[in-house]
């Protein structure tokens, strides 16, 4: 049996970037940082950042792009995936991202969006059970970034 699953906490590194595809399909960008902190062996506090790419589909997509900004601190469910491509200089590049299957707004809606809980407790959205996710096969110039 094999798992494929990534759960982050982070802050938002920049506004979620939303893009439809030629085929009417949402995709939304995004990076998330997580950071950690020790002592180490001298007594010395350590800190260390690391920068995730998510990419969302869809209607979470549409959310995300809606509701997420720059440093929201977030909670992101997913999968991991590299996809490959060769750059218009002919070397071939890697991009390591999280393919999230939901989120979770920790610092509640933002100010002056619709419901009780505007600005309060954390919001949670998912992909609809539903809803089948298609694995279309997507050129390289249909990349939206």
């Known amino acids: 049996m094999d798992l494929n699953r990534a759960t982050i906490i982070g802050r938002l590194t920049r506004d979620p970037e939303l893009k439809s595809l030629p085929s009417g399909r949402s995709v939304a960008s995004f990076s998330v940082a997580t950071g950690r902190q020790w002592t180490d062996a001298n ?29 929201s601190r977030v909670y992101v469910e997913g999968r991991i995936q590299t996809r490959d491509w060769t750059g218009q200089d002919g070397v071939k590049r890697y991009r390591t991202e999280i393919i999230g299957e939901s989120f979770i707004m920790l610092d509640g809606r933002p100010a002056g969006s619709a ?7 954390p919001v949670s959205y998912a992909t609809p059970p539903a809803e089948e996710v298609v694995e279309e096969e997507i050129k390289v110039e249909d990349i939206p970034f």
Request: aromatic share 8%; glycine share 12%.
């Open 115 to 121: 419901g009780e809980n505007a600005g309060s407790s």
């Open 43 to 71: 007594g010395q506090k350590q800190k260390q950042t690391e920068f995730h790419n998510v990419v969302l589909w869809a209607k979470l997509a549409e959310t995300a792009g809606q509701y997420l900004r720059k440093a």
